[in-house]
C-alpha cells in the first residue's frame, strides 16, 4: 500500500521560511517523479514543483526562484524549501508520487501566509 505524508506546514509570516517534508512508502520512491501540487480556497489544485528521479526539476512560474525542491532517495523523502513567501502562496499543500501511470497523494498540509 502505497503511502504519503506530509509534514511541515504552518502560519508565516510575509517574507518567511518554511520547509515540507513527504516521507513515502510502499512504492520504489528512487524510480518515482515526486511532485508538490497547492490548492487555494476556491481555487483549483495547481502544480508547484517537480522532481524526476534523475533529479530534474520543475517550478511553476509564480514560485520560480523563491521555492527549491529536492529529494533524498535514502529516506524515501520528497521536501519543498518555500523562501520569501506571500500571502497568495497561502494553500493546502499535497505531495504527489506518481509512477507508471499511477498518481498517489497525501492527505495535505496548511499552509499560511500572514501577518
Known amino acids: 500500500q502505497v503511502q504519503l505524508m506530509e509534514s511541515g506546514g504552518g502560519l508565516v509570516q510575509p517574507g518567511g521560511s518554511l520547509t515540507l517534508s513527504c516521507s513515502v512508502s510502499?512504492?520504489?520512491?528512487?524510480?518515482?517523479?515526486m511532485a508538490w501540487y497547492r490548492q487555494a480556497p476556491g481555487k483549483q489544485r495547481e502544480l508547484v514543483a517537480s522532481i524526476t528521479s534523475d533529479r530534474i526539476a520543475n517550478y511553476v512560474s509564480s514560485v520560480s526562484g523563491r521555492f527549491g525542491i529536492s529529494r533524498d532517495n535514502g529516506k524515501n523523502t520528497v521536501y519543498l524549501i518555500m523562501n520569501s513567501l506571500k500571502p497568495e502562496d497561502t494553500a493546502v499543500y499535497y505531495c504527489?508520487?506518481?509512477?507508471?501511470?499511477?498518481?498517489?497523494w497525501g492527505q495535505g498540509t496548511q499552509v499560511t501566509v500572514s501577518s
Open positions: 504527489n508520487a506518481g509512477l507508471a501511470g499511477s498518481d498517489y
Open positions: 510502499g512504492i520504489i520512491f528512487r524510480f518515482t517523479t
